[in-house]
């Protein structure tokens, strides 16, 4: 059975920082195209950071030079380190596995910017 678990969300005051983690079990984890994407209340859920298994990285222009996405093999985890934070955010943070045509989520970490 597949599972992504995120972990790591909280409250955080404006400026501070949170790294959030995602442990799969259930994959070859190394083999594997992981991802972070957000949902605010209200929006559409929205890509935030892609690493491959080539260690190609992507982010979305609203969290470049903010957000590290890294992972760990031997772990299974893959990691999202966000810094400068800031109220917009604020959102529930998946964690997506892909390789081919297989895809999983994680059942989301909430992440609360606020002072």
């Known amino acids: 059975q597949v599972q992504l678990v995120e972990s790591g969300g909280g409250l955080v005051q404006p400026g501070g920082s949170l790294r959030l983690s995602c442990a799969a079990s259930?994959?070859?984890?190394?083999?594997?195209?992981m991802s972070w994407y957000r949902q605010a209340p209200g929006n559409q859920r929205e890509f935030v950071a892609l690493?491959?298994?080539?260690?190609?990285?992507n982010y979305a222009d609203s969290v470049k030079g903010r957000f590290t996405i890294s992972r760990d093999n031997a772990k299974n985890t893959v990691y999202l380190q966000m810094n400068s934070l800031k109220p917009e955010d604020t959102a529930v943070y998946y964690c997506?596995?892909?390789?081919?045509?297989?895809?999983?989520w994680g059942q989301g970490t909430q992440v609360t910017v606020s002072s």
């Open positions: 690493l491959t298994t080539s260690d190609t990285i």
């Open positions: 997506k596995a892909v390789q081919g045509w297989r895809t999983y």
């Open positions: 259930g994959i070859i984890f190394r083999t594997y195209v």
